[in-house]
């Protein structure tokens, strides 16, 4: 069967795009160049909802579900900024910025996007959900010593707030992964109406 690998994001601006280069760049010159695979720039999204493989025959439903998953939900604000690692700073895999609400939307959106698709069978996530902006994802033969250093630099180095953005549509999205990295393609968009 044909399957896509699909996830659901709110996409960012280039404005936004370009200060989270900026960011890599400043924490490049301090983390060791082979140490984390950086996304591209223009990549980073914030995800709501990873699908994983998906078969092709499928997306109909998940269209429908997303158009009901979105009901209700005016268009909201959001705002970026200060550095993180998940699980935590000894042990960070994941190099993230974060991502701060001023209102429920966003968490009213994932909450209803996360039981549409579940009753379409796709697992609910164990982990509740932490919205952020992946930088990085640090390399699995990265030992424990230079791990923890990084943490280090990371919960040291200050990034203000770094843009807002108005979130205006949800967009189901394909992840094609490659050597040079994953490459995302918008399938539809869903717009905010309240």
């Not at 949800?170 to 040079?180: G, N, R, V």
């Amino acid at each position: 069967m044909d399957t896509i690998r699909g996830f659901v994001a709110i996409e960012l601006e280039d404005p936004l795009h370009k200060e989270l280069a900026k960011v890599q760049s400043l924490l490049k010159e301090k983390i060791a160049a082979d140490e984390v695979r950086w996304v591209n720039p223009q990549n980073i999204h914030l995800t709501i909802k990873f699908l994983g493989q998906v078969p092709k025959g499928k997306l109909p439903e998940i269209a429908s579900g997303l158009e009901k998953g979105k009901q209700g939900i005016s268009p909201f604000s959001l705002a970026f900024g200060g550095l993180g690692c998940f699980p935590n700073a000894t042990n960070p895999r994941v190099v993230w910025v974060g991502c701060h609400t001023f209102d429920d939307n966003l968490n009213r959106l994932h909450s209803k996007i996360e039981a549409e698709m579940e009753s379409l069978g796709f697992p609910r996530e164990n982990r509740s959900f932490n919205p952020h902006l992946t930088l990085g994802r640090v390399r699995e033969n990265i030992h424990s010593p230079a791990r923890r250093e990084m943490g280090q630099i990371i919960s040291a180095t200050a990034v203000g707030e770094l843009g807002r953005i108005e979130v205006k549509r949800i967009t189901l999205m394909q992840s094609i992964l490659k050597p040079s990295g994953a490459e995302y393609t918008p399938l539809q968009y869903f717009s905010l109406e309240g």
